[in-house]
C-alpha cells in the first residue's frame, strides 16, 4: 500500500477500530495491525484504547461527539431561577446536586451561584437553641389563638396548663463545620445552629412543666 492511500481520515481510523472490536480483538492488537499497514500515518495507541473502548460499550457513531453550546445556552435567567428555589429550599445544597437535576456542569451551576445569584457557602454560628422563620410563625399565631380562645380568663387558665417536651438522647458525632456551611447572600447574617456535645448513650427524656415547676 502506498504512503497516499495510507492516509486514512480520522473517521475512518475509527471505522477501522469498531470493525476489529467487532471482530473480538484487543486494543494492542488492533494498534499492531494498524502500525503495519499504515505506519507512520497510525492513531496512537491512546486514540485506538479510548475508540475500542467506546465500541466495546456498544457506541455506533464514529463520529465526534457534538461540542457543548455557547455558555449562553446555559447561563440563562429561567436556570438561575431554578438554582434560586433549590438553594432557598435547602441552603446546604450541593452543587452536584443542582447539576444533576438540571443536567448542566457543576462548574456553571457554581459561576450562576455566585455571580449571578450573589451567593456564597459559609459555615453555621453556634447558638443555644434556634427555629425556623416558619416555627416561630407558627408559635406566634398559635399564642394569638390561644389568647383569643381564653379571653379574660387568662391566669386561670395558665395555672392549668401542663406542658411537656420529649427528645432523644444518643451518642453521636456533632455535625462539623464543614457540614454545615449553607448558601448565603453578601452582606447576609451567617446561619446559626445548636451547640452539640456528644452523649455516652441513648435514651428518651421527658419533661413536663407547668406555671409552678419543672417535673
Known sequence: ????????????????????????KTPKEIFEDMVSVLQESAPSYTMVKKWARSFQQERENCEDDPRPGRLVTVVTEENVRKIEKFVLADRRIKLWQIAEELQISKKRVGEMIHEHMNMRKISARWVPKMQTPFDKQRRLQTSKDFLELVGDNIDEICDRIVTVDETWVRQYDPESKQES????KKGERPPKKFKVQKSASKLMATIFWDSEAVY
Not at 4 to 10: D, P, Q, T
Not at 181 to 184: F, R
Open 1 to 24: 500500500m502506498s504512503a497516499e492511500s495510507s492516509n486514512l481520515s480520522n473517521i475512518e481510523h475509527r471505522a477501522v477500530i469498531k470493525y476489529f472490536v467487532k471482530k473480538g
Open 181 to 184: 456551611m449553607q448558601w448565603t
